[in-house]
């Protein structure tokens, strides 16, 4: 597993897939705020809680000059049809070979119901406009995430 980032930490950068087979990379959002989370599984209930909420707020996050980009280790097709059914605004990524969740620090060793294993940790690292990192957190809850980061991020109040 690789290291968790921390602040001040230049981000890793990354070309990935987006749900129409388009090359994403992290440079295309340099001098802009940018929101990468990483999320284990499209259409599972706790994955759509928290796109939902990114795209519910997507318009206040981009008002405060913010982009919001999704990862998960789900195939182009798998996470075309959760942006269609969703209706998600934002691009979604897909990391197969789990390289940026690896580069990220989100991808490592999960337990659950008494099982151990690799996976995806579902985590949020947001990018400042030179491309380092500002503030990331690992092993969030998808339901009150993004509500949570935006306390974080002071934009509620």
């Known amino acids: 597993m690789a290291e968790r980032l921390i602040p001040g930490d230049v981000a890793p950068d990354f070309t990935l897939q987006d749900a129409s087979g388009e090359n ?47 990862v998960s280790p789900d195939s182009v097709d798998a996470i075309a049809k959760f942006a269609a059914e969703e209706q998600l605004t934002f691009p ?36 400042d406009p030179d491309g380092k990192v500002s503030l990331a957190q690992y092993n969030v809850r998808a339901t009150g995430h993004v509500a949570k980061l935006r306390r974080d991020l002071k934009l509620d109040g």
């Open 24 to 70: 994403v990379s992290l440079s295309d959002f340099r001098g802009r705020k940018t929101i990468v989370y990483f999320y284990p599984a499209a259409s599972t209930p706790g994955c759509t809680k928290e796109a939902c909420d990114f795209r519910d707020t997507l318009g206040s996050l981009q008002a405060a000059g913010y982009e919001v980009v999704g």
């Open 92 to 127: 979604l990524l897909s990391d197969q070979e789990h390289t940026v969740a690896d580069a990220y620090g989100a991808w490592g060793e999960k337990k659950n119901y008494g099982r151990t294993y690799q996976g995806l940790i579902r985590s949020t690292i947001v990018v």
